[in-house]
T-cell receptor
Framework: GENVEQHPSTLSVQEGDSAVIKCTYS??????FPWYKQELGKRPQLIID???NVGEKKDQRIAVTLNKTAKHFSLHITETQPEDSAVYFC???????????WGAGTKLIIKP | DVKVTQSSRYLVKRTGEKVFLECVQD?????MFWYRQDPGLGLRLIYF???????EKGDIPEGYSVSREKKERFSLILESASTNQTSMYLC?????????FGEGSRLTVL
């Protein structure tokens, strides 16, 4: 069946450095790729999403890139700050109203 | 603000007990979901509902059932709780696109 692989499972970066989380999907029909952030003890929240007609999308320090040929997409966080510490989940689906296939999550640790 | 409220943050139940997890959303969303979250396994879909009285199985429905009698309320039922159902349960709702999650219900089955 369809699946989404997410790497790494844990990422530790120095405050101020950049962090990159990568996801690979198997279903070539996937066209919608959201990223959710879950801070410790809190609910997951959408931070950015991208559709297949776009190769890159930015929102301040966060960007997502998509390579449809290779079937992978990545989350980039620049100038990391302590509040970026969280678990990040990627997901994929054919459409934003379809069921999401989730990655296993990446725990991002920002070292002071 | 969209609000998705789960009735219990923490529950401790015994094996064989019937467990009800309640979820209420206040944004008139058609779609509601129940996920299970375990470390290293991400979010796994148990059941979802596109409308009142409708329900569809997700990836791991075994041992669970659901009820959606009103649009705003989606209940997850464990008919006979087992220790392997110890987990964090997340409810979510959606109209289109973004999922809005509740705070989660951490269930421990002894």
């Amino acid at each position: 069946g369809e699946n989404v692989e997410q790497h790494p499972s844990t990422l530790s970066v120095q405050e101020g450095d950049s962090a990159v989380i990568k996801c690979t999907y198997s279903d070539s029909a996937s066209n919608y790729f959201p990223w959710y952030k879950q801070e410790l003890g809190k609910r997951p929240q959408l931070i950015i999403d991208i559709r297949s007609n776009v190769g890159e999308k930015k929102d301040q320090r966060i960007a997502v890139t998509l390579n449809k040929t290779a079937k992978h997409f990545s989350l980039h966080i620049t100038e990391t700050q302590p509040e970026d510490s969280a678990v990040y989940f990627c997901a994929a689906s054919e459409d934003s109203n379809y069921q999401l296939i989730w990655g296993a999550g990446t725990k991002l640790i920002i070292k002071p | 603000d969209v609000k998705v409220t789960q009735s219990s943050r923490y529950l401790v139940k015994r094996t064989g007990e019937k467990v009800f997890l309640e979820c209420v959303q206040d944004m008139d969303h058609e779609n509601m979901f129940w996920y299970r979250q375990d470390p290293g396994l991400g979010l796994r879909l148990i059941y979802f509902s596109y409308d009142v009285k409708m329900k569809e199985k997700g990836d791991i429905p075994e041992g669970y059932s659901v009820s959606r009698e009103k649009k705003e309320r989606f209940s997850l039922i464990l008919e006979s709780a087992s220790t392997n159902q110890t987990s964090m349960y997340l409810c979510a709702s959606r109209r289109t696109g973004e999922l809005f999650f509740g705070e989660g219900s951490r269930l421990t089955v002894l």
